[in-house]
């Protein structure tokens, strides 16, 4: 059944799976049941039988037949936790879809570098799988190899990948000393997402280097 608010459809939507991706990760599938949106957008998502709800960018492709988000399961988290306890006999609220970290359709020719950290990669999974015709770079700052979530769709050449812990990606620190320590396209549209530190010192950066504010946008997630 679908309802509408001031703010946009609320639904029920069953669940198809849930699937672990590395420690800590996963991707919960739900039915699609219509729902549109545009890629890069979130929708906010809660167990049926609980009042609390939280945001989740869509991971899969626009064009899929089904919705995907990638969580990551916070210890203490109030939905989280509740989210990766899922099967396919249960369903979950979803409300939205919502936000406007999307590239409009005259934008698509330009070059963009996308930068995350932890599911931040989630709206650029989505964006890559839904326009394949992308000029992008992605740098995505994690921890750890095994939280590289969804690497397989982007091109290899395209992907700088800055581990903290281990040191197997392409660059051993963190994204924003990856960026202070790279040459700035300052003509590329810069789209940030993940943790609010990552992305107020990237902004810095990308400002002191002469990206124009016009060209920075961004999805906070905590
Ligand atoms: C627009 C938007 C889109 C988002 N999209 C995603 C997404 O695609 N995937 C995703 O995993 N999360 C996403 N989030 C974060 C998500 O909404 C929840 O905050 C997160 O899942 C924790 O919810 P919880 O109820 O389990 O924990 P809560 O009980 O709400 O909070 C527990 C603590 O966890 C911290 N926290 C929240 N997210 C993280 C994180 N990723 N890593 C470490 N600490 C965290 C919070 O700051 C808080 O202190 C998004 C947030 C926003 C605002």
Do not use: W
Request: proline share 6%.
């Amino acid at each position: 059944m679908t309802s509408t608010t001031s703010a946009g459809p609320i639904a029920r939507h069953a669940v198809s799976r849930v699937q672990e991706l590395a420690e800590g990760a996963f991707v919960l599938r739900i039915e699609r049941n219509g729902l549109d949106f545009q890629p890069g957008q979130y929708i906010s998502i809660g167990p049926t039988d609980d009042v609390n709800m939280r945001e989740y960018s869509v991971y899969s492709p626009a064009e899929a037949p089904y919705l995907e988000v990638l969580v990551k399961e916070i210890e203490t988290g109030a939905v989280s936790r509740r989210l990766r306890q899922l099967t396919p006999a249960d369903s979950v609220t979803v409300h939205g879809p919502f936000g406007f970290f999307v590239i409009e359709p005259a934008q698509r020719t330009q070059k963009f570098v996308f930068i995350a950290t932890g599911t931040g990669i989630s709206p650029f999974h989505c964006l890559v799988t839904s326009y394949p015709e992308l000029d992008y770079r992605v740098i995505h700052g994690v921890r750890h190899e095994y939280e590289l979530y969804g690497h397989e769709v982007f091109a290899a050449e395209r992907v700088v990948s800055c581990l903290t812990r281990d040191t197997t990606g392409t660059y051993h620190g963190r994204v924003t000393s990856h960026l202070r320590n790279s040459p700035i396209d300052t003509d590329a549209l810069y789209y940030l997402c993940g943790n609010c530190d990552m992305i107020y010192e990237v902004f810095d950066i990308l400002k002191d280097a002469g990206v124009p504010p016009e060209n920075l946008f961004a999805e906070v997630y905590f």
